[in-house]
DNA sequence: GTTGCTTTGAGGCACGTGCCTCATTTATGA
DNA sequence: TCATAAATGAGGCACGTGCCTCAAAGCAAC
């Protein structure tokens, strides 16, 4: 493996093909054919021959060939909320791209919004879809109980299903989207690092600690400071319920009662409310800030030293790690799960 | 595109084919054929009226099909240096699992290893390659003017080649591997928030500054310490040429000469042999250590608190990304490039 | 009008697999 | 032993494209 394969290796890639394996296992194509798609009325022992054949040639279906004799095209489906905040806006920009980038694969993926709120109607509508509509579908959701259960029937249907960037508990590490405990655990680091305060208070932020996301991201900030910054006290998490008139009045209020603020940290994707609010606080100390997600807001607030470091996942990488994995589902290739991790991404004014 | 889109569309995919072609354009097959693949004996206005039909009818040739009638198989090669530092062993090791995972794609990546500091032999081995062996070749090498010409070469005779890692100078953004000035950068923006000291010098050790690599991760870092930390001295790059002999003299006399050193930079990728230097120096204060790339010992490092960040690229990502590359250049897909970023991870503590 | 050239058409086979049908063989139970 | 069912084989068509041959049509110069 390490070293320069054969010459005879390098020319070309001779794979066996069904014919071969109907030829070693001395049965005929379409034997080969029904062990092959799983098909009834095979013996055993003629199951046993086939599954020799192929385990001893090495034998991969050809899936170009498999798909274009089967006419497949991926159909897949992103649920999304509504809410226009700008890192969603970037999400629906790079599935556009995808599509492009993906049609020469017959890949399709086309999008549905969805009152991010309604827990009821995203059931619904996740129960409307069947495997005759579409391939599979990546959702991203709050984690409530009807969402759980209408994804699990979604697979019943025979529907690929992966959570998007909301992670939810049944996925079991089959999901798109960031690590939120590794992440708040690295803006409790960070923040921890960087401030120079001998003490102070940690202003933490949020739009609604009922998501998944910021309660994982709330729990690896608080370990982080329990255990390695005692001279630091993190505050309650304010929620500001998506709300600007709301971010203002709790947010300045938290200011007011704790003028030993030192950090702030805000949980939320789109920082943008919070962050103006605290921009237009003006601590009297130099505070220092960190936020998630990169957009034009957080951009132009790392550049004039608003926030001291981002936490961003990359939108891009997000959109075509789910279209990737999707047909990883469809195709019953389990192997690539386990590689598409998601990076944590950390932005400074000086990366950008 | 935001909104779902027609249950039509969801239905199922029903591409143009180059009958469709044909039909639209009013000729036949053949000619259809002959302008797709660009062969010669057509006439203008004939090559117009397809090219018309392929811009109506939004025709995107179906690759499945057109490598399935090839016979084509993706046979790519990846020329890494011969010495086995625990970075390259991961490259390695996922180039191995990108072979299994990619066989159904029809691709197949082998290695070659090749004395690092010797261009001759790099350029000799890549003059020796034709489009018969390879299409593709991912190529970690330093950049000099042998290696650069026998890569222009080299893409004369048609075979597709991709810096990996290395940067060279002539790949004008598309190569594999992160931006080395912004990780630099990364690297000081963090050493001097995370110093608390008043003043102090830095240390700083690579494995050599002859690679393009260390010296743009240098200047990076340079450019942060001279503009954001002004109490910080940069000391000169101390180079340990991958020998632990040397890398123990030189860091031991640098440590002191300088016992005001309060941070220390690693640039080197491989971070063990000057890491187990500095674990055996015992500074009197305690100081900030940062190096590059996530290996055993990087990590172990971290957790011991020998080293206080890691900043890595994912060799998985790397290695994924550079096969998808080089798909897209041998398919002439050039959509991809721009999206195939390598990310930045910064690794502490606490999210290991 | 003839010759010689270029351009176009018609048709077919191949790639590897999926999915049919129909005939034939083999095993099972009475 | 025979009737019936289960298992297997033989063969063919389809998918969309690449690539080939050979014939026919168009076109130019003589």
């Given at each position: 493996m390490d070293e320069k394969s054969e010459p005879?290796?390098?020319l070309g890639i001779l794979r066996p093909t069904t014919k071969d394996l109907a030829r070693v296992a001395g049965v005929s194509r379409a034997t080969v054919d029904r062990v092959l798609n799983g098909r009834d009325g095979v013996r055993p022992d003629t199951v046993k021959k086939v599954n020799a054949a192929i385990r001893d040639l090495g034998f991969v279906r050809n899936l170009s060939a498999a798909?274009?004799?089967k006419g497949k095209s991926y159909r897949f489906l992103f649920v999304l909320p509504r809410s226009g905040d700008q890192?969603?806006?970037?999400?629906?920009?790079?599935?556009a791209e995808a599509n492009t980038l993906y049609t020469s694969e017959m890949i399709r993926a086309n999008v549905h919004q969805i009152e991010e709120h309604d827990p009821h109607r995203i059931a619904g509508y996740l129960s409307s879809l069947s495997s005759q509509d579409v391939d599979g579908v990546a959702i991203m959701a709050p984690e409530t109980p009807q969402v759980r259960d209408a994804i699990t029937r979604l697979r019943e249907r025979g529907v690929c299903a992966l959570p998007f960037i909301s992670n939810q508990a049944l996925s079991g590490g089959n999901w798109v989207g960031i690590d939120n405990r590794a992440a708040g655990c690295t803006a409790g680091t960070l923040l921890g690092r960087f401030i120079h305060a001998a003490q102070g208070k940690i202003?933490?932020?949020?739009?609604?600690?009922q998501s998944r996301d910021s309660l994982e991201r709330r729990l690896g900030f608080d370990e982080v400071m329990n255990n390695q910054f005692h001279n630091l006290t993190p505050l309650p998490t304010i929620e500001t319920y998506g709300s600007a008139e709301r971010a203002q009045r709790v947010v300045r209020a938290a200011i007011d009662r704790n003028p030993e603020i030192v950090g702030v940290y805000i949980l939320a994707s789109e920082a943008r409310i919070p962050g103006e609010v605290l921009e237009a606080a003006r601590f009297v100390e130099p505070v220092v800030a960190i936020?998630?997600?990169?957009?034009p807001f957080t951009s132009a607030a790392l550049t004039s030293g608003l926030l001291d470091a981002v936490i961003t996942q990359d939108p891009g990488h997000l959109v075509r790690s789910a279209i990737r994995r999707l047909r990883?589902?469809?195709?019953?290739?389990?192997?690539?799960?386990?590689?598409?991790?998601?990076?944590?991404?950390?932005?400074?004014?000086?990366?950008?």
């Open positions: 005879a290796d390098l798909n274009l004799a890192f969603l806006e970037e999400i629906h920009r790079h599935i202003l933490v932020v949020a739009e609604s600690m936020a998630h997600e990169r957009t990883a589902m469809t195709d019953n290739l389990t192997t690539l799960n386990s590689q598409e991790r998601i990076r944590i991404e950390v932005l400074l004014q000086t990366n950008l």
